[in-house]
């Protein structure tokens, strides 16, 4: 299990550059990229009561998040996070956050939307938006682990599907999860190694 842990910790921090994204969503001078995990999870819908009728809100996403590792034949993934919806434990009382856990040291980052893209020249058609995210909360593992607790900006790029149902929402409480998939790259601030 250690030798697997160093090799994930290995391969997070290898050779990784910034994403190609609008100018919108870039990162701030000062922030390097030090992870970036490829998800696979649903976006989830409730059919909740509106000013005109039932309608689809956004619930939260529900996503593991791997590490792509080429292998001697080919490509592995191996999880190295988990991404939901919770309660930010720097913000009491504020709504919940989305949340990435790493399954390596249990270390956690809770981040709010700053930006967003939709532009088509980055963003594929019937995908989910491009965000820019800033930390608003992190956490050490139970055992000081710390790898997402250094997270400053997250970005989550190379999206396909998640949208918005686009049937008819006709039973309060209902629920919708719409497969997707993203690229999520992991920024701290230059020198907190």
Sequence with gaps: MLRTNLLIALALTAGLAAAQVPANLQIPAG????AKGYAIGTQNYVCLPGAS??????????ATVFLKIRWFNGE????IMTHYLSPSVAEAGMPARATWQSSVD?????AKKIDESSDPAYVAPGAIPWFKLQAAGTQKGPTGGSILSRTTFI????TTGGVMPTTACSEAGALQFVPYTAEYVF??????N
């Design 31 to 34: 922030n390097s990229v030090f």
């Design 53 to 62: 009728g039932l309608a689809w809100k956004f619930q939260g996403p529900q």
């Design 76 to 79: 592995i993934l191996q999880q």
């Design 106 to 110: 249990t270390s956690a980052v809770w």
């Design 155 to 158: 970005q989550r790029i190379n």
């Design 187 to 192: 920024y701290q601030a230059d020198g907190s």
